[in-house]
C-alpha cells in the first residue's frame, strides 16, 4: 500500500539556521504531495503542496519540490525562526480530495 | 468565517462505554474526513464521506467503529466498548472541489479511556 517515510525528530536548530526535513513516498501513480505543519497547541494546517511532478510548493518561506525520479518531497526553509517550532507531517493522496496518507511528523524546535 | 468545529475537545470514558464523537464540517464542503492520531500509530485516516456516495471505510480499525453523516453536514464518529488502545486525537477535516479540495482540520477530541 501507498506510505510516506519522513525523517525522524526532534530537529533543533538555532534561529537563522537551514532547515531540511526529509520526505520519501511509495505510491503507484502521480500522488499528490503535501506538507502539513501542526503549531503548538493548534490543529493540523496545510503548508504547502504539489500535484504533479518537478512542481515546486511553497509557502511562508518553506519550499519543497516533487521528484518524482526519487519518489520525495523534501522540506526546506532557509532561515528559520523560533515561530518556526512545530511537527512537519508530510503526506500523499492519490486522487483529488481522497484520503491523506501521512508520514510520521518531525517535531521541529527553533531556538533563539 | 466558521472553520471545522469538533466536539467535545476533550472526552474521558470507562473502557467499555461507548463514545460519540461530533463533526461539523465547513459550510458547504461536501466532503468530510475522519483521521485518528495517536502516539503509536501516528496520523492515520478512518473514514471518509463524498457527498451523497458511499463512505469509504477502509480505514475504519475494527467494527466498534463507525461514522454517520447526516443531511450532508454534521458528522458523528461512534466508538462501541471503548478500548484502552482506543485513547487518541480523533481530527475530523472537509473539504471543498471548488477550492482545490484541500482538507481544513478541526482541532480534534482528545479521547482517554481509563
Known amino acids: 500500500g501507498d506510505s510516506v517515510t519522513q525523517m525522524e525528530g526532534p530537529v533543533t536548530l538555532s534561529e537563522e539556521a537551514f532547515l531540511t526535513i526529509n520526505c520519501t513516498y511509495t505510491?503507484?501513480?502521480?500522488?499528490?504531495l503535501f506538507w502539513y505543519v501542526q503549531y503548538p497547541g493548534e490543529g493540523l494546517q496545510l503548508l504547502l503542496k504539489?500535484?504533479?511532478?518537478?512542481d515546486k510548493g511553497s509557502n511562508k518561506g518553506f519550499e519543497a519540490t516533487y521528484r518524482k525520479e526519487t519518489t520525495s518531497f523534501h522540506l526546506e526553509k532557509g532561515s528559520v525562526q523560533v515561530s518556526d517550532s512545530a511537527v512537519y507531517f508530510c503526506?500523499?493522496?492519490?486522487?483529488?480530495?481522497?484520503?491523506?496518507?501521512f508520514g510520521g511528523g518531525t517535531r521541529v524546535l527553533v531556538k533563539p | 468565517g466558521a472553520g471545522v468545529s469538533q466536539s467535545p475537545s476533550n472526552k474521558v470514558t470507562e473502557k467499555g462505554k461507548d463514545v460519540e464523537l461530533r463533526c461539523d464540517p465547513i459550510?458547504?464542503?461536501?466532503?468530510l474526513y475522519w483521521y485518528r492520531q495517536s502516539l503509536g500509530q501516528g496520523l492515520e485516516f478512518l473514514i471518509y464521506?463524498?457527498?451523497?456516495?458511499?463512505?469509504?471505510k477502509s480505514g475504519l480499525p475494527s467494527d466498534r467503529f463507525s461514522a454517520e453523516r447526516t443531511g450532508g453536514s454534521v458528522s458523528t464518529l461512534t466508538i462501541q466498548r471503548t478500548q484502552q488502545e482506543d485513547s487518541a486525537v480523533y481530527l475530523c477535516?472537509?473539504?471543498?472541489?471548488?477550492?482545490?479540495?484541500?482538507?481544513?482540520f478541526g482541532p480534534g477530541t482528545r479521547l482517554t479511556v481509563l
Open positions: 477535516a472537509s473539504s471543498d472541489r471548488i477550492r482545490n479540495n484541500e482538507q481544513f
Open positions: 505510491a503507484t501513480g502521480y500522488p499528490s
Open positions: 504539489a500535484t504533479k511532478a518537478d
Open positions: 503526506a500523499l493522496s492519490k486522487a483529488a480530495g481522497n484520503k491523506l496518507t
Open positions: 459550510s458547504g464542503h461536501t466532503a
Open positions: 464521506f463524498q457527498g451523497n456516495s458511499a463512505p469509504d
